[in-house]
């Protein structure tokens, strides 16, 4: 029989990179876990290590259609997060974000879940406030190759405010800045991953446009911390808060930063900027700072150090 100390949580999203590594610490804060995915981003290779745990449970699901299960919270972050994977099949895209956020609400609702949704620093598009803090409203092309994603992730922030206001639903939304460390999918497209590819393979190092835009990079530990705080605080704080790191870098400076501590003779090449690529992104983190007590703690260089172990690792298999 059940216990009442354990807390059922359903994870989806849970076999990529950021679901993986919160479904492990969830696991460590002694939940049951329930991880949906439809694996088209993600792998099983993220979540294989879990799969004996018996408070480990998997399910192949896309959230596109209706999920009856019974769970005291829900962490929603099936999505894909690259621009490569987003993009690939846009369609798709935004009914995961607000076709998916209408199941997993409709779900929270019916059980009385507690539910998190996991948005983005796309919200605010190629911003002309900066640093970015919640109030910004954003700057977002509704019709170009980014916006499945943007509208989607803007769209299913409406659906939680309107089911916070409708239903009185427990939410909590977190707009997650760049974030990156081991599990990244190595053909993934995002900046982190194909630079540490590249440079482990001695291969050119793809700068697209001159690389002076810029991004603030987060170490996936930091961040998961900031969502189980997130998570646990009082039902009156809903979000949206800012997660991410302040550390703002030049695309340039991240690529010479990883040939400098991979020892990669590989060298840098400029490729086309693609339309509506953000020229600068920094989060302000005020918020969490005063509602969390949050703040990263892994600074560029030695989260970039694991996240290279890692791959140097995978990529010999
Ligand atoms: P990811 O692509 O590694 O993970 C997304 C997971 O969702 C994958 O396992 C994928 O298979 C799954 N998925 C996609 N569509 C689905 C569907 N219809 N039904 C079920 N599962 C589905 O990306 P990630 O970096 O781990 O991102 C996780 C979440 O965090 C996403 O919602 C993303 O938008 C958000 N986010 C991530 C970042 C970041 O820098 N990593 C930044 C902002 C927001
Ligand atoms: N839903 C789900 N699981 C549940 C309850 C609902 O997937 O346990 C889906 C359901 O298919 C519905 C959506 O969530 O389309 C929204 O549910 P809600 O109750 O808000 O709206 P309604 O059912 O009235 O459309
Ligand atoms: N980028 C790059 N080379 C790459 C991949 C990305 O210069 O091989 C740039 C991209 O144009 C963007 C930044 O790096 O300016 C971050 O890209 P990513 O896809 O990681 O995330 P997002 O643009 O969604 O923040």
């Excluded at 983190?285 to 030695?302: D, F, K, S, Y």
Aim: charged content about 20%; some cysteine.
């Amino acid at each position: 029989m059940r216990q009442f100390s354990e807390r059922r949580v359903l994870v989806t999203g849970g076999s990529g990179f950021l679901g993986s590594h919160l479904c492990e610490r969830l696991l460590r804060d002694g939940c049951d876990v329930l991880c949906v995915d439809n694996f088209f981003s993600g792998s099983k290779e993220n979540i294989i290590h879990l799969m004996d745990n018996p408070h480990f449970e998997l399910i192949r699901h896309d959230v596109t259609f209706p999920l009856y299960v019974e769970v005291d919270e829900i962490f929603n972050l099936a999505c894909p997060a690259s621009p490569v994977h987003y993009q690939f099949d846009p369609v798709q895209t935004t009914k995961t974000s607000v076709h998916g956020a209408i199941n997993m609400l409709g779900l929270a609702k019916r059980v009385k879940a507690k539910i998190f949704q996991a948005s983005t620093s796309e919200v605010y598009g190629d911003p002309q406030v900066h640093p970015q803090p919640e109030s910004y409203w954003g700057h977002v092309n509704p019709i170009g190759p980014r916006s499945c994603y943007d509208e989607g992730k803007r769209c299913a922030e409406t659906l939680f405010f309107d089911y916070r206001r409708q239903h009185n639903l427990r939410i909590k939304v977190a707009r997650i800045f760049n974030t990156y460390g081991p599990r990244m999918h190595p053909n993934d497209g995002r900046v982190v991953s194909n630079f540490i590819v590249q440079a482990l393979r001695n291969q050119s190092i793809t700068v697209y446009g001159s690389g002076t835009q810029t991004r603030s990079f987060c170490y996936v530990d930091d961040l998961i911390e900031g969502i189980v705080r997130l998570m646990d605080t009082p039902d009156a704080f809903t979000g949206p808060v800012n997660l991410g790191n302040i550390g703002e870098y030049p695309v340039l400076y991240l690529a010479e930063k990883i040939i400098e501590l991979t020892g990669s003779r590989a060298s840098v090449v400029l490729k086309p900027l693609p339309a509506d690529d953000p020229q600068q992104r920094q989060p302000d983190i005020a918020l969490a700072r005063a509602q969390l007590g949050w703040e990263p703690r892994v600074a560029l260089e030695e989260g970039l150090r694991k996240t290279i172990d890692y791959f140097a690792r995978t990529l010999q298999r």
